[in-house]
Structures are given as C-alpha cells and as structure tokens.
C-alpha cells in the first residue's frame, strides 16, 4: 500500500519523506490557500521534495477551461498528476489529458457509480473521501469496498487513492480492504508509528539499561 502525504506544507513534506516512508503528495485548493502561497511556487517546491506523484488541483469547472489548466499543471514538473473534480466536464477532460499522457486524479467522489465513470475516463487515481461521508452519517469505508470490488470485477487499472483520512483507523480499514493509496494529514502518518505500550516498554528497557550498566 502506498502513503500520499496530504498538505501543501513544504517542510512536513520533507521532514516525513527523509523518512522514506511516504511515496507522494496529494493537495487542495483549501490546503495550498492556508499555506498563504503562489500555487505554482508551492506544487514546484513539493515536486523538487519528492518525485513521486503530486497532485496540484485546477480550479476551472469547465472542460476548456480545466484542460487549459491541467496542461500548464502538468507542464510544472514530471511528477505532477492533475486533480480534477468529479463532474461531466471532469470526465471529459480526464479522458483527454489521459489520452495526452498525462496523469490525472479525480477527487470529489462519493459514490461507486462515480468512481465506475472516473475508471471508464481513464484516470491513474479515484479519490473517495471517507471523512467527508462519515461526517454525514454515512459509512465512508463501505465506499472504498465497493470500489474495490467494482475495480476487481473488471480489472480497471485505476488506483483507488482514499482520501479524507481522519484517524489510524481509516488507514488500517483501508489497508484491510486493498486500497492502493492512502493520503493522509502528516498528523495522521505520524500517529501510525506511535503504541502506548511501545513507549512504556521502550522506557522501562532504558532504565533496567542504565541500573545494569549496560553499554551497547
Ligand atoms: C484528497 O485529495 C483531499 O485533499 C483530502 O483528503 C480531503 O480531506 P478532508 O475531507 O479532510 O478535507
């Protein structure tokens, strides 16, 4: 399973890829607009971090207008995968800029429908938000299994990217499931390594260390 980082923080995008745990970046408009950045400024310094797949979102709702984006995102850097709504005219210009080469994510999916659409579009990735489902009393991982199985049942090569992780236990639900990609806030990445039980064994291992003398 790969881990997509979910900010458009530059320096918690370095600090966990020396890691070498995380294999991307995915952003929003919401997340690159808190950072106070120039947008392009900040998808090129997060593709000179990491060269694996980053995802700079258009901000146009027609198709025109979206492929006129996608095409200078793409331009950017190698690694930049263009993000695109989940709408007709997201489809259609999914469908063209996959034809062109470039790779696209379709973000904003709710429904199993959409992500069976985004896979006939031809996208690299399908973003399903757990959270923003979960939110409204809806079972976000139900979403990402039958995704899976949809996918699965006709072998479309779109990778499932679950997107809008809230907690440790998404990302292990999801990891249960087989999605290919989890993007998670930095906080979350983080809360993956920590065990309440991992801190108290590893303090009582230091102290019967330094009462025996020991030295390594
Ligand atoms: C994914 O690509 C989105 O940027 C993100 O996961 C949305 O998460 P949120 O619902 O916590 O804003």
Redesign the pocket.
Known sequence: MKFFV?TADVAAIRDLHATGLVDGV?T?P??VGKSGRDFREVIVEICEVTDGPV?AEVIATDEAGMLEQGRALAALAPNVVVKLPLTLDGLKACRKLTSEGTRTNV?LCFSANQALLAAKAGASYI?P?I??LDDINIDGMELIQDIRTIYDNYGFETEVLA????SANHVKECALIGADVV?APPDVIRSLAGHVLTDKGLKAFLADAEKAGIKV
């Open positions: 979910d995915t929003n919401s997340l995802s973000t973003s938000f959270g923003r997107a809008s992780i809230r993007t």
